[in-house]
Structure formats: C-alpha cells, structure tokens
C-alpha cells in the first residue's frame, strides 16, 4: 500500500528565504503525486501534480516540485517566501488500483517570518 | 461558478445525537469523498462514492453513513457511535474518468464541535 512521510511537521523560514517541504512516498507502481496547500479555516487548493510525465513540475504561486525516483521524493519548493504562503502544505500520492483516491501526508505548516 | 459547497462551515452538538453534514457539487463529477482532518494527522478517507447509488467505506468508517441519492449530493451522518467526531470535514469530489480524472476538488470544511 502507497503511503507519504512528510518530514516537519512545522517548517519557519523567513520572508524571501527559500521554502523546501520535504514529501517521501512509497508506491510499487510509477506513482501520481500531487501536493495541496490549505489556508486556516478552508479547504484544500492543488499547487501542482505529478503524473509521469516531466520530473520538475511547476504549480501556481512560484511553487515547483521535482520527482526523484531513486529517492522516492517529490520536494516543493519556492525560491523566495513571501508572508501569502503560509499556510499548511499537504502531499498525496493516487493510491493503487484503488480507483481515484488518495493517501496523504500528515502535513507541514509553514511559518514566514517578516 | 461551479464548485463545492459544504454547510454548515461551524456545527454545535451534544454527545449522543446524530448530524447530517451537507456537500453539495456542480462540477458534474461522478466520485465523491469525505475526509477527516485531525491536527498532525493529515486527511483520512471516511467514505466514497463512484457513482449515484453506490458508497463504499473508506478508512475510518466506523461511526459515520452516508446516502447517494443524487449525483450533486453526498451527505454524511456523524452518528452517536463515533467516539471522537469533534474535527474538521473535508468533502470533494472528482471526474471518474477523462482528462484529469485523478484531480480532487475541496470544498471548504465543516468544523464539527461535539460537547
């Protein structure tokens, strides 16, 4: 069964540092990920997804991604943080022969700092 | 504008009643889903549906239903067994098929306050 390993649970950078959350997965077959980021109090918004194709993948608000088979990873990041990006980021991988459904990470808030 | 909408956004209840919370789509998707949302513990899938009339349990089912009686609702019940339903309700929905099939759509929550 699929599963994803977010390290950091909490992750404080400061305004125009870069941003680095860190997604670990496991899957037995070429897997689709994707990464969500969630504002307090609402719902799930997609930053960006990987399903096969180019290993670097760029998402919405300056975020990108890069596929890394041989380390079973797919880290966001953003080169510089601005104070909108705080918010909790969420990595999920398409689970298995299991129709469309997800498994996800337990999640990363960050914090920016002015 | 379509979308998911899910209501209430804030709910109060007893111990020991049941609560019917509410996700509505236009997005003419056929898959639906609720989640959980717990601090520290990400999103777990509570149940699913592919298709009007058909639901299946998702992993942590024990103490909720739901119905599927339309292709625009899914409705779930927290009922009076679920030990531990204060937390954060997540609906969503997506294509079953076509382009993008795999990409899930959120609304925005319900947060559930059991007292």
């Known amino acids: 069964a699929q599963s994803v390993t977010q390290l950091g649970s909490h992750v404080s950078v400061s305004e125009g540092a870069l941003v680095l959350l860190r997604c670990n997965y496991s899957?037995?077959?070429?897997?689709?990920l994707f990464w969500y980021v969630q504002y307090p109090n609402q719902g799930l918004q997609l930053l960006l997804k990987?399903?096969?194709?180019?290993?670097l993948v760029k998402g919405i608000n300056g975020f990108e991604a890069e596929f890394k088979k041989s380390e079973t990873s797919f880290h966001l990041t953003k080169p510089s943080a601005h104070m909108s990006d705080a918010a909790e980021y969420f990595c999920?991988?398409?689970?298995?022969?299991?129709?469309?459904?997800?498994?996800f990470g337990g999640g990363t808030r960050l914090m920016v700092k002015p | 504008d379509g979308g998911i909408t899910q209501s209430p956004k804030y709910l109060f209840r007893k111990e020991g009643q049941n609560v019917t919370l509410s996700c509505e789509q236009n997005?003419?998707?056929?898959?639906m889903y609720w989640y959980r949302q717990d601090p520290g513990q990400g999103l777990r899938l509570i149940y699913y549906?592919?298709?009007?009339?058909?639901?299946q349990k998702g992993d942590i089912a024990e103490g909720y239903s739901v119905s599927r009686e339309k292709k625009e609702s899914f409705p779930l019940t927290v009922t009076s067994a679920q030990k531990n339903p204060t937390a954060f309700y997540l609906c969503?929905?997506?294509?079953?098929?076509?382009?993008?099939?795999?990409?899930?759509?959120f609304g925005p929550g319900t947060r559930l306050t059991v007292t």
């Open positions: 969503a929905s997506s294509k079953s098929r076509g382009r993008e099939w795999f990409e899930q759509y």
């Open positions: 899957s037995s077959v070429p897997p689709y």
């Open positions: 990987y399903t096969s194709a180019a290993t």
């Open positions: 999920a991988v398409l689970r298995d022969n299991a129709g469309n459904m997800l498994t």
């Open positions: 997005l003419n998707h056929d898959a």
């Open positions: 549906s592919q298709i009007v009339n058909d639901f």
